[in-house]
C-alpha cells in the first residue's frame, strides 16, 4: 500500500499527518498509478484542500499521469480552484533566487532546500541564472581553484536536475531546457572571448573541447521531451524547438527521427491554439535548423490567413514568420498578401524596428511574392527618418538588397541608404554587406559615386580579402563593371587574392562567369586570374554545370582578355553550347560571334558549331548602332575638316565602326573604345592592340580616351584625336 511506503521522517507519532502524506504523494505519485488510497483520501475529503495547495507542488496538477487524481480531487471538492491553489503554493513555497548576486550564490541556494527543491524551483533558478550571465556582473578575475569548486556545484545542480526530469511538467522541463540552451549560447567562444568565472565553469560543463553543446547532457533531454510532447502545450513546444535551434543541432531520436519532426507531428493536433509569439519563434527554429516539414509550415500559414486581423502579433513576430517561410523557401501567397496587406493598413511603422523592417522586405523578395504598396510603405518609413544611425550594416545592405531583386524603384530609400554609409565608418562592415550593398545599387541602376568608392577604398584597405567568399568577391567586381565605375586599385586587390589561392575549388560556375566579365568589361587586363580561373575549370572539367549565360560569359571574357587557353575552349565546351542554344539569348549571340571571330581569324582555333554560327551572326548583325555626343562631335571636326566621313562603317565580319575617313589613299577606322555607342562590344577593348581586319583597316582606339580626354571637354577631344590622325 502506499501510505505502507511512507518514509519516518513523514510520520507523526503513531499516525500520519496530512502533510506527510501529501508530501509523499507529491513526489512519489507519478510512479505509484495503481494505489487507490490517495484517491480515497481525496474523494472522501480526508485531506483538506488547503493542505493540498500548500505542499503538493504546482507540476503534479498538470502532469498527465496525475489527471485522474485531479478529476477525482475537483469532484470531491466542489470549492476546489485548480490555478488558485498552484497560485498559494507558489507564494508558500517560492525560492527568492533575486536575492542571489552570483551563480554560486543561486547554485548554493537550490541545493539548500534538498528534498523540498521542486521542479518549478529548478526552472526558475536556471532562468535567473541566465538572467546573472545576461547582466555581465560576474566576478573576471579567473582562478582555477574558483572554476574547479564551482563545476562541482554545477554537476551535483545538474544532477538533481536530471533526477527531477520524470516527475516534471511539460512548462517547466521545456523552460529549464530552454534556459540551458541559452547559457550554453552564451559561454560560446564564439560569442565571448573573455569569459567569468561562472561563465568558464559553465562553458567547461555545457560545452565539449570544439566548443559544440555537451551532446551527453542534451541528449539526455532530448529523450526525455520525446515522451512528453503530446502532453505539452503550445508554448512548450515552441520552446523546446527553440532551445535546439539556439544550440543549433536537432537530435536523433529513436525509430530513426529527429526531436525536431517529432515536435511538428504533436503541434499539428493544437496549431490553432499557438499564439504570436509561439509561431515565430517555432517557424524560426524549424528555418535556422534546416528542418524540412511541410505540413507544419502550411498549417500555420493557413492558420494565420484564418485570423481576422494580426493585431496580435508584433512586428519582431510578423517579420520573423515571413523571413522563415521565405528562408525555408515555403511558398505560401495567402500568409505573405495577409502580413503585407496588414502592415500597409498601419498608420505608421515606428514600432517596427530597422531590424524587422529590413527582414519584412528581404522575406518578400526572396520569397518573389510582388506587393508593391507594402515596398512602398516600408521604403517611405526609412527614407523619412531623420537619420538611419540605427540601421546596423546588415540592415541596410539586407534593406536595398530587397528593392533591388524585387525590382522595386524607390530613389529616396536607395539616396538615404546611400548618404548613411558615406558619412559612416564602415569597419564594422562585413564582407557580406559590401558584396550586398554594391550589388544592389548596380543592379538598381541607381548611381551613387560616393558609395561605390567609399567601399572600394574600405576593401583596398584590409590586409587581405580571406574573408571574402567567391560568391561576395565576384558579385563585388560584377557591380562596379556593371554600374562603370572605374577602381583600377579594387580590381588588382580582388584579382591578386583569388591568383594566391590555392585552389578555386569553392567557386561556382556563376562566380567563375561573373568575375571574368567584370574583368573584361572595365578591361582590367589581370591575366594571371583569367589564367588561374581557366585552369581551374579545365581541372574541373565540368562544363555540364555551367549554364547558357556563363558560358557565353566566360567565351566573351576571354575574347576580351585575349588570352587563348587552347584546352579551356575544348569539344566539351562547344557541346554544351550546342545543349544550352535554346536558352541564349541576344547578347549571348552576340558574345558568342565574337568569340567566333577571335578563336578563327586571330587564333586558327575552331570556332563555333556550323548550326549555331549563322544565328550567332545575323544576332550580330542585328544589333541597332548608337551615337554618343563623343562620337557625333568627332565626326562632325572630321566633316568640317573635308574628310567626309562615313559613320558605323560595318565590315565584312560584321562589326560596326565609328566613322571610316580615307587620307592618302589609306582607310582609317576611327573608334571610340570607351563610348556606349561602340557595337563593337568586347572587342572596343581588344580591338586596338589586334587589328581584326588589317588589309585597309587601321584602327585608332583610345582606350578609356586616355590622354585625349584628360580633363578635357568632348571639343578638345576631337580636335586631339584629329592631329593624331593628320600626323599619322
Request: proline share 4%; net charge negative; glycine share 4%.
Amino acid at each position: 500500500m502506499l501510505l505502507a511506503r511512507l518514509s519516518p521522517k513523514h510520520r507523526s507519532g503513531s499516525s500520519y499527518s496530512y502533510q506527510s502524506i501529501i508530501t509523499y504523494c507529491a513526489r512519489n505519485i507519478i510512479t505509484s498509478s495503481t494505489d487507490h488510497v490517495f484517491v480515497r483520501l481525496v474523494a472522501s475529503r480526508q485531506i483538506p484542500c488547503q493542505s493540498i495547495a500548500r505542499v503538493w507542488p504546482s507540476s503534479v496538477f498538470d502532469c498527465p499521469k496525475t489527471s485522474e487524481y485531479v478529476k477525482i480531487f475537483a469532484v470531491g471538492h466542489s470549492n476546489f480552484d485548480l490555478r488558485g491553489s498552484i497560485r498559494l503554493y507558489r507564494r508558500h513555497n517560492r525560492i527568492e533566487f533575486k536575492d542571489c548576486e552570483t551563480v554560486s550564490d543561486a547554485l548554493q541556494l537550490a541545493l539548500e532546500q534538498g528534498e523540498n527543491l521542486y521542479p518549478d524551483h529548478i526552472a526558475a533558478m536556471w532562468t535567473y541564472i541566465f538572467r546573472l550571465l545576461s547582466k555581465g556582473q560576474q566576478q573576471k578575475f579567473v582562478q582555477k581553484e574558483d572554476v574547479a569548486q564551482l563545476e562541482l556545484l554545477i554537476w551535483d545542480v545538474l544532477e538533481v536536475t536530471m533526477d527531477s526530469l520524470p516527475r516534471m511538467r511539460p512548462r517547466d522541463f521545456a523552460t529549464i531546457t530552454l534556459q540551458l540552451a541559452k547559457i550554453t549560447n552564451r559561454v560560446s567562444s564564439k560569442y565571448y572571448k573573455r569569459l567569468s568565472v561562472s561563465e568558464l565553469a559553465l562553458k567547461n560543463i555545457l560545452l565539449d573541447e570544439r566548443s559544440n553543446p555537451q551532446h551527453s547532457i542534451f541528449d539526455l533531454l532530448a529523450e526525455a521531451a520525446n515522451q512528453i510532447l503530446f502532453d505539452c502545450e503550445p508554448r512548450d513546444l515552441s520552446n523546446l524547438s527553440y532551445a535546439y535551434s539556439v544550440l543549433g543541432y536537432d537530435p536523433r531520436i529513436e525509430n530513426n527521427t529527429t526531436l525536431l519532426e517529432n515536435i511538428a507531428d504533436a503541434s499539428l493536433d493544437c496549431i490553432q491554439q499557438f499564439n504570436a509569439q509561439d509561431i515565430s519563434n517555432m517557424m524560426l527554429a524549424y528555418t535556422k535548423l534546416n528542418v524540412s516539414h511541410d505540413p507544419v509550415f502550411h498549417s500555420v500559414g493557413d492558420a494565420i490567413v484564418m485570423k481576422a486581423d494580426l493585431t496580435s502579433f508584433k512586428p519582431q513576430a510578423i517579420a520573423n514568420i515571413v523571413w522563415s517561410y521565405a528562408s525555408a523557401n515555403i511558398q505560401n501567397s495567402g500568409l505573405f498578401k495577409k502580413v503585407g496587406d496588414e502592415i500597409v493598413a498601419m498608420d505608421d511603422l515606428k514600432s517596427f524596428d530597422p531590424q524587422n523592417l529590413a527582414n519584412t522586405v528581404w522575406a518578400f523578395a526572396t520569397a518573389n511574392v510582388h506587393h508593391p504598396a507594402l515596398f512602398k510603405k516600408v521604403g517611405d518609413e526609412i527614407a523619412w527618418k531623420d537619420n538611419l544611425t540605427s540601421f546596423n550594416p546588415q540592415n541596410l545592405a539586407n534593406t536595398v538588397w530587397a528593392y533591388a531583386s524585387a525590382n522595386v524603384h524607390h530613389p529616396d530609400l536607395f539616396k538615404k541608404v546611400g548618404d548613411e554609409i558615406v558619412a559612416a565608418n564602415l569597419t564594422s562592415y562585413v564582407p557580406q554587406d559590401f558584396s550586398n550593398l554594391v550589388w544592389a545599387y548596380a543592379t538598381a541602376n541607381v548611381q551613387h559615386p560616393g558609395l561605390f568608392h567609399k567601399v572600394a577604398n574600405e576593401i583596398v584597405a584590409m590586409d587581405d580579402l580571406k574573408s571574402f567568399d567567391p560568391q561576395a568577391l565576384a558579385n563585388t567586381v560584377w557591380a562596379y563593371a556593371t554600374a562603370d565605375i572605374q577602381h583600377p586599385a579594387l580590381f588588382k586587390k580582388v584579382g591578386d587574392e583569388i591568383v594566391d589561392k590555392d585552389d578555386l575549388k569553392s567557386f561556382k560556375p556563376q562566380d567563375f562567369s561573373n568575375t571574368v566579365w567584370a574583368y573584361a568589361t572595365v578591361y582590367e587586363p589581370h591575366r594571371g586570374l583569367f589564367k588561374k580561373v581557366a585552369d581551374e575549370i579545365v581541372v574541373k572539367d565540368d562544363w555540364k554545370s555551367f549554364n547558357s549565360q556563363n558560358l557565353s560569359n566566360i567565351a566573351w571574357a576571354y575574347t576580351v582578355a585575349n588570352l587563348d587557353v587552347s584546352s579551356l575552349f575544348n569539344s566539351a565546351f562547344r557541346q554544351e553550347l550546342l545543349n544550352h542554344q535554346i536558352e541564349l539569348i541576344d547578347e549571348n549571340f552576340r558574345q558568342l560571334y565574337q568569340w567566333h571571330l577571335w578563336q578563327t581569324k586571330e587564333k586558327s582555333n575552331d570556332g563555333l558549331p556550323d548550326s549555331l554560327l549563322d544565328p550567332c551572326k545575323q544576332i550580330f548583325l542585328s544589333a541597332d548602332t548608337r551615337s554618343s555626343a563623343l562620337q557625333k562631335d568627332v565626326v562632325s571636326k572630321l566633316t568640317s575638316i573635308g574628310l567626309n566621313p562615313v559613320e558605323e562603317h560595318v565590315t565584312e565580319s560584321g562589326y560596326s565602326i565609328d566613322a571610316l575617313v580615307e587620307i592618302n589613299g589609306n582607310k582609317i577606322g576611327v573608334e571610340n573604345a570607351h563610348g556606349s555607342c561602340c557595337n563593337c562590344y568586347g572587342w572596343k577593348f581588344h580591338c586596338y592592340e589586334h587589328t581584326l581586319e588589317p588589309r585597309d583597316i587601321v584602327f585608332i582606339v583610345f582606350s578609356q580616351l586616355g590622354r585625349l580626354v584628360n580633363n578635357c571637354e568632348h571639343g578638345s577631344a576631337a580636335d586631339g584625336l584629329m592631329g593624331d590622325i593628320l600626323a599619322g
